[in-house]
């Protein structure tokens, strides 16, 4: 498991007691000391754009240079300071956020941040108490709520295409499946998906603008709970062979069950399910029956900015 970025604050400093660091040459020394698993060193955050031992380093690293405790000597490189090294000869057990208020380098920084904090900055908690109780960096907060916000929107699109009808989302299958780049225009769109079924085929879309290609869909409003189960989809698959198709996708408000999803994965054809979870996550992404209500944009020190040519 890996651990939470207060935690590693010790071995950190520690680390850069005995030589200058890189964050991602000590995540690895970390790494092999903790005993963690391949899968736990790739792990990324939610946005795929930094794995999560290396922020959490990143971040420990951050609050302790904050406190005085680490010096940076050079670009992407960092050392214990005099202060740091003096630290570490009191042999302490634990180094976190409540430790460095003992630092006036490290309360002066908090206390303006706090204050700064009213026009949304949130680098330190706002109080002791939180941080003791917060294992998470300011990055995975942030996107700890972004999933939380996301899932119960998702919960509410889902609740929202059960009360209308079958119609309805016959409609918001060819909205989403335009947004995402399928079908030409919507009016082609529309043309192709949406008529009757044939065969247990509920409407056909064109993969691309020139029609080269065609994708046929099936799609059922279930209530949840209602799992699709292997004989629908089989039913789905044979619509497919008859029409002589390749290509095909089952959209559900529900589930599939295991049955259901193993046989999609084992077929000559490429069959897409797409559950009720799969569904909302790509109306979100593609702001299809959602629309943006705040952004809040992040920034990034620009190292290159800094760099002296010559």
């Known amino acids: 498991m890996i651990p939470d970025y207060q935690s590693l604050m010790l071995p950190v400093l520690r680390y850069a ?25 790739e792990e990324l955050l939610p946005s795929g754009r930094q794995r999560v031992l290396q922020n959490r380093i990143h971040w420990a690293k951050f609050y302790m240079g904050k406190a005085g405790l680490i010096d940076s000597p050079s670009r992407g490189r960092f050392t214990a300071s005099e202060a740091g090294r003096r630290f570490l000869a009191g042999n302490p057990e634990r180094l976190d956020t409540r ?23 949130r680098r330190v ?3 002791v108490e939180e941080a003791e109780g917060s294992s998470a960096t300011p990055e995975e907060q942030i996107e700890q709520a972004y999933r939380s916000l996301n899932a119960a929107l998702g919960a509410d699109l889902l609740d929202r295409i ?76 044979g619509s497919l062979v008859g029409l002589g198709a390749s290509k095909g996708v089952f959209v559900t408000t529900s589930s599939f069950s295991r049955g259901a999803i193993e046989y999609a994965q084992n077929l000559p054809q490429r069959i897409i399910l797409i559950d009720g979870n799969r569904l909302s996550e790509l109306m979100i992404e593609h702001s299809v029956g959602t629309r943006s209500q705040q952004t809040i944009q992040i920034q990034r020190l620009d190292e290159d900015f800094f760099t002296e040519d010559g």
Do not use: C, T
């Open 17 to 41: 007691a005995e030589s200058e660091q890189r964050v991602p040459d000590l995540a690895d020394r970390i790494a092999d000391d903790l005993g963690l698993s391949e899968e736990e060193r």
């Open 162 to 237: 059960r009360e209308n009808s079958p119609v309805f989302f016959e409609k918001l299958i060819v909205d989403l499946l335009v947004a995402m780049g399928y079908g030409g225009s919507h009016k082609n769109a529309a043309e192709q998906l949406g008529r009757s079924g044939d065969g247990g085929v509920d409407g056909v879309i064109n993969e691309d603008r020139l029609g080269l290609d065609r994708i046929y869909v099936q799609a059922k409003r279930y209530a949840e709970g209602n799992s699709i189960g292997r004989p629908e989809v089989q039913g789905f698959v």
């Open 125 to 127: 908690p706002a109080s």
């Open 99 to 121: 430790s460095l208020m003992q630092f006036p380098e490290f309360v002066e920084f908090y206390e303006s941040s706090r204050k700064s904090g009213s026009s949304g900055d």
